[in-house]
């Protein structure tokens, strides 16, 4: 024999050798607790049908920090803790960043454009990195006119017809979301856009739930013909796959035709700014970046104006709900702003009870009760307990949001537990770090929806008094918190 014989047997046998040693150890490991599944089918029984993050959270109280799953062989871990989903999530990155595949996105084409959707690969970054240039804290600073002249328009809507609040708040929001991505001035009349955008979410959002169409468990169903008995799922993909394409082909129409009229300070201006005289020789690499931006930027602008527009319904109910809440925020606006004009983003540093407000809004119902499923790449051992290559990695952002052992009586609503000595306590751990997601897929949006929750919250404020309905004899109708859960996370 050889030498390079002898040598290709001791690395296959030294190969075979890891291998079995790999194994061994996988048997000697336990899986995270979680209730025990059915033959086949695994955890369908006990997998929620809604409010997931409030029924993940009950599972988390028999079952401790990470609760394990199966849906048909589909291992999921559901991570309950805000400690262990920065250990996994963050600096264990590199084996956690990824995306599961799922069957709707392909058949929608979502996974071709929705960057939160997209696996990690050099396509997402190249989106993510578009919509991070326009929305890092820099690039707001030269936003604040628009988000300014924005709030200006909702304050006089409100002032107009207060009972149609919820129309004008996601107007308005949607307005300066889509100017700064588009380079779109929309109408008073013209909401087209706001509603598609709307639509385009939720779909997203019920297609990022781990097991909600079985399609996504079981692939080989997409080959059904679509009048099948039980494939529903292929003629509602057809659907929203028409509708998402018209969304992004009807903005980025518009949103070219507001750069050929100068218009360059938005998000897909900047980048044609940089690409448009291109030589004709790179005609082919120009229309790639056009239709690379024709999914990031309608991605940037959906999740945006639909994650504010969110947030600001619960800073409504809040106000509603809460009047010693209401009454502390306004007089700190009376005594930094006075009576003579609006707030602006100057005054932020003076206004630590709106900002300790603006953090409550974001715990009490944080925006994505559940984040988007990461994915493991490779086996990993966490806490002494195996997590599989393959497996869901489902954040519950509800449930570190009711942590009682950071934030005491969870369920009232209390900008103080951010305040310490007048001024906002680094002590306390601010929703900003688990309401967008974790890791390399965190929300490149959370700092607009923070600047722009911060000066309409403000300037709604220093303007109106907020109250709850009332009837046709002006008494006061009850109010409930009841909740709508989306997942918006990169």
Same mark, same amino acid.
């Given at each position: 024999?050889?030498?390079?014989?002898?040598?290709?047997?001791?690395?296959?046998?030294?190969?075979?050798?890891?291998?079995?040693?790999?194994?061994?150890?996988?048997?000697?490991?336990?899986?995270?607790?979680?209730?025990?599944?059915?033959?086949?089918?695994?955890?369908?029984?006990?997998?929620?049908?809604?409010?997931?993050?409030?029924?993940?959270?009950?599972?988390?109280?028999?079952?401790?920090?990470?609760?394990?799953?199966?849906?048909?062989?589909?291992?999921? %871990?559901? $991570?309950?803790? &805000?400690?262990?989903?920065?250990?996994?999530?963050?600096? *264990?990155? /590199?084996?956690? !960043?990824?995306? @599961?595949?799922?069957?709707?996105?392909?058949?929608?084409?979502?996974?071709?454009? %929705?960057? $939160?959707?997209? &696996?990690?690969?050099?396509?997402?970054?190249?989106?993510? *990195?578009? /919509?991070?240039? !326009?929305?890092? @804290?820099?690039?707001?600073?030269?936003?604040?006119?628009?988000?300014?002249?924005? %709030?200006?328009?909702?304050?006089?809507?409100?002032?107009?017809?207060?009972?149609?609040?919820?129309?004008?708040?996601?107007?308005?929001?949607?307005?300066?979301?889509?100017?700064?991505?588009?380079?779109?001035?929309?109408?008073?009349?013209?909401?087209?856009?706001?509603?598609?955008?709307?639509?385009?979410?939720?779909?997203?959002?019920?297609?990022?739930?781990?097991?909600?169409?079985?399609?996504?468990?079981?692939?080989?169903?997409?080959?059904?013909?679509?009048?099948?008995?039980?494939?529903?799922?292929?003629?509602?993909?057809?659907?929203?796959?028409?509708?998402?394409?018209?969304?992004?082909?009807?903005?980025?129409?518009?949103?070219?035709?507001?750069?050929?009229?100068?218009?360059?300070?938005?998000?897909?201006?900047?980048?044609?700014?940089?690409?448009?005289?291109?030589?004709?020789?790179?005609?082919?690499?120009?229309?790639?970046?056009?239709?690379?931006?024709?999914?990031?930027?309608?991605?940037?602008?959906?999740?945006?104006?639909?994650?504010?527009?969110?947030?600001?319904?619960?800073?409504?109910?809040?106000?509603?709900?809460?009047?010693?809440?209401?009454?502390?925020?306004?007089?700190?606006?009376?005594?930094?702003?006075?009576?003579?004009?609006?707030?602006?983003?100057?005054?932020?540093?003076?206004?630590?009870?709106?900002?300790?407000?603006?953090?409550?809004?974001?715990?009490?119902?944080?925006?994505?009760?559940?984040?988007?499923?990461?994915?493991?790449?490779?086996?990993?051992?966490?806490?002494?307990?195996?997590?599989?290559?393959?497996?869901?990695?489902?954040?519950?952002?509800?449930?570190?949001?009711?942590?009682?052992?950071?934030?005491?009586?969870?369920?009232?609503?209390?900008?103080?537990?951010?305040?310490?000595?007048?001024?906002?306590?680094?002590?306390?751990?601010?929703?900003?770090?688990?309401?967008?997601?974790?890791?390399?897929?965190?929300?490149?949006?959370?700092?607009?929806?923070?600047?722009?929750?911060?000066?309409?919250?403000?300037?709604?404020?220093?303007?109106?008094?907020?109250?709850?309905?009332?009837?046709?004899?002006?008494?006061?109708?009850?109010?409930?918190?009841?909740?709508?859960?989306?997942?918006?996370?990169?």
């Amino acid at each position: 024999m050889s030498l390079t014989a002898w040598l290709l047997v001791f690395l296959s046998g030294g190969l075979l050798l890891l291998v079995e040693q790999s194994r061994r150890r996988r048997r000697r490991l336990a899986l995270p607790p979680g209730p025990p599944g059915l033959p086949v089918v695994g955890n369908v029984l006990d997998f929620p049908q809604s409010h997931y993050g409030a029924e993940f959270s009950k599972l988390a109280a028999k079952y401790g920090d990470l609760v394990y799953l199966e849906l048909f062989g589909q291992p999921i %871990v559901v $991570v309950n803790s &805000h400690d262990a989903a920065i250990d996994l999530l963050e600096k *264990r990155s /590199v084996n956690y !960043s990824d995306r @599961p595949r799922s069957v709707m996105s392909e058949l929608t084409e979502y996974d071709d454009w %929705v960057f $939160v959707l997209m &696996h990690y690969n050099q396509k997402w970054r190249q989106h993510r *990195r578009v /919509v991070v240039q !326009s929305f890092h @804290p820099d690039a707001l600073v030269s936003a604040q006119p628009i988000l300014m002249a924005s %709030v200006h328009d909702l304050l006089e809507a409100l002032l107009r017809t207060p009972d149609q609040f919820s129309e004008h708040i996601g107007f308005t929001l949607a307005k300066s979301t889509i100017r700064l991505v588009y380079g779109i001035q929309l109408t008073d009349d013209d909401d087209r856009f706001f509603d598609m955008a709307s639509t385009i979410v939720q779909i997203g959002s019920e297609m990022s739930v781990p097991g909600a169409f079985l399609v996504d468990i079981i692939p080989m169903l997409r080959f059904l013909p679509s009048w099948f008995p039980g494939a529903k799922f292929l003629r509602t993909a057809e659907a929203w796959r028409v509708q998402a394409r018209s969304y992004r082909d009807e903005l980025f129409a518009a949103g070219k035709a507001a750069f050929g009229r100068g218009i360059v300070d938005s998000l897909i201006g900047r980048v044609f700014e940089e690409y448009h005289e291109m030589p004709p020789s790179e005609t082919n690499a120009l229309g790639k970046v056009e239709e690379m931006l024709r999914g990031a930027a309608a991605a940037a602008y959906g999740g945006s104006a639909d994650t504010t527009h969110a947030a600001a319904h619960v800073f409504f109910l809040a106000m509603a709900l809460h009047k010693d809440v209401q009454e502390k925020a306004q007089r700190e606006l009376d005594s930094v702003v006075g009576p003579d004009r609006l707030p602006t983003f100057a005054d932020r540093e003076s206004l630590p009870y709106i900002n300790a407000l603006v953090k409550e809004v974001l715990r009490w119902h944080v925006i994505a009760p559940i984040g988007v499923a990461h994915r493991s790449v490779a086996d990993d051992v966490y806490d002494r307990y195996l997590i599989p290559a393959g497996t869901l990695i489902v954040p519950n952002q509800w449930a570190m949001a009711r942590d009682e052992a950071r934030y005491p009586d969870p369920d009232d609503f209390r900008p103080e537990r951010f305040l310490r000595d007048g001024k906002i306590d680094p002590n306390v751990r601010d929703p900003v770090t688990f309401a967008f997601g974790f890791g390399r897929r965190i929300c490149p949006g959370l700092h607009f929806v923070d600047v722009t929750l911060f000066i309409n919250f403000a300037s709604i404020l220093h303007v109106f008094n907020i109250g709850p309905p009332m009837d046709e004899n002006g008494a006061v109708l009850p109010l409930k918190a009841e909740f709508v859960e989306t997942s918006t996370n990169a």
